[in-house]
């Protein structure tokens, strides 16, 4: 297992935004007894959905295959605002047999392996979590994960084929209710490996912004609404934080439907959301995900995006599975207040 910084030494160099993307390879011989310890000793908990002590045992296995820079490096993504927005992780092994995508009704897989390395790895930061009432404010915290069962919050995403532009998840949502990790695990990639899954350092984005686009986007607030005027989420700022560490707040609008648009008091605001979206999608990355592969994307300081993914005739198209980090430190704001 290594941990490169410098991207020439990799197989496929990644393109580099703020900083190189660090690449955390494990060792195949790590790997493979990560699966058997992992498949032997952590059954009876997934059938139990002990789900608070599944991600104890999953981390603790990963302890033993990750080294200590590794480690380090991962848990720096939260609270150091110089550390990485991005991190790569390749070797991870994935369940034997995998079944097709897109069956209807959709064929979910029988082991565990994903969700433990999914659990494992945010132990690392916080809990995980999601949010379970996508109602109009989402004003509610998202769902952490003493609560539901395993696979609640850890979803699936089988070869779904729409392009997604830049954009930060649960962007509609007020900041403190934001998770700051997204963890994409490639089980299979598309068969032409040409599916993208695009990051941005917004930190890039905002530093190449017009000025005057930069001072519209902290300080005229814009809504997101559907083809039918309602409000989706509460107002926001597109950019807050300091000047040295912005954070963009970019939607996917397509997830609000056909003819979502974004609104603002001054329609000047409107015109500059759309250039920094544009402008995110040039400044942008393409990372080519690879079975085992796991890409940690830090949920404030980064953008990320999808490039579309062709529908397979025989059934075994892409398949990821994803999750969001809710920090430790945002989790006892969240509980005291």
Same mark, same amino acid.
């Given at each position: #297992?290594t ?7 990799? %197989? ?5 935004? =703020?900083? @190189?993307i ?6 195949? *011989? ?15 908990? !997934?059938e139990?959905d002990?789900i ?13 295959v +990750?080294?200590r820079?590794?480690? @380090? ?6 609270? %150091?605002?110089?550390? !990485?927005s991005?991190?790569?992780? =390749?070797?991870?092994?994935v ?6 995508? +897109?069956?209807?009704?959709?064929v979910?897989?029988?082991?565990f ?17 999601t949010? =379970?009432?996508?109602? &109009?404010? #989402?004003? =509610?915290p998202?769902?952490l ?13 089988q070869? !779904?084929s729409m ?6 998840d ?5 900041? *403190?209710?934001?998770?700051?990790i997204?963890?994409?695990?490639c ?6 490996r040409?599916?993208? *899954?695009?990051v ?6 905002v ?7 930069v001072?519209?986007?902290?300080t005229?607030?814009?809504?997101f609404?559907?083809? @039918? ?5 509460? !107002?926001k ?8 560490? &912005? ?15 974004? *609104? ?12 920094? @979206?544009?402008?995110? #999608? ?10 085992? %592969? ?16 062709p ?8 398949w990821l599975?994803?999750?969001?980090v ?7 704001? #969240?509980?005291?207040?």
């Amino acid at each position: #297992m290594t941990v490169c910084n410098d991207i020439d030494a990799v %197989d496929h160099p990644i393109p580099v935004f =703020k900083t @190189s993307i660090p690449i955390v390879r494990l060792d195949p *011989t790590d790997a493979a007894a990560f699966k058997y310890n992992v498949e032997h000793d952590l059954k009876e908990l !997934s059938e139990k959905d002990a789900i608070e002590q599944f991600e104890k045992e999953s981390h603790a296995r990963l302890q033993q295959v +990750l080294s200590r820079e590794a480690e @380090s490096l991962l848990h720096n993504m939260v609270g %150091d605002s110089e550390s !990485s927005s991005v991190v790569l992780l =390749k070797g991870f092994p994935v369940e034997d047999d995998l079944p097709p995508t +897109l069956t209807k009704p959709p064929v979910k897989k029988n082991g565990f392996l994903a969700e433990a390395i999914l659990y494992g790895l945010a132990h690392i930061w916080g809990k995980t979590a999601t949010y =379970k009432d996508m109602t &109009p404010a #989402m004003l =509610k915290p998202p769902v952490l994960s003493e609560v539901g069962t395993l696979k609640d919050l850890v979803t699936t995403d089988q070869s !779904s084929s729409m392009e997604l532009q830049m954009h930060r998840d649960f962007a509609l949502a007020p900041d *403190t209710n934001i998770p700051e990790i997204r963890l994409i695990h490639c089980l299979r990639p598309d068969k032409a490996r040409q599916v993208q *899954t695009r990051v941005a350092d917004g930190r890039d984005v905002v530093r190449q912004l017009d000025s005057k686009d930069v001072h519209l986007l902290r300080t005229v607030p814009v809504q997101f609404r559907t083809a @039918s005027g309602q409000q989706m989420g509460c !107002s926001k700022l597109v950019i807050t934080g300091s000047d040295e560490h &912005p954070i963009l707040s970019l939607l996917e609008i397509a997830f609000l439907g056909k003819g979502a648009h974004v *609104t603002a008091d001054d329609p000047a605001a409107v015109k500059a959301y759309h250039r920094a @979206s544009d402008l995110a #999608m040039r400044v942008a990355a393409g990372v080519k995900l690879e079975e085992g %592969d796991v890409l940690c994307i830090h949920n404030g300081r980064a953008l990320h995006a999808r490039t579309e993914s062709p529908h397979e005739a025989d059934g075994y198209g892409r398949w990821l599975k994803v999750t969001l980090v809710m920090g430790y430190d945002r989790i006892a704001r #969240m509980t005291s207040g």
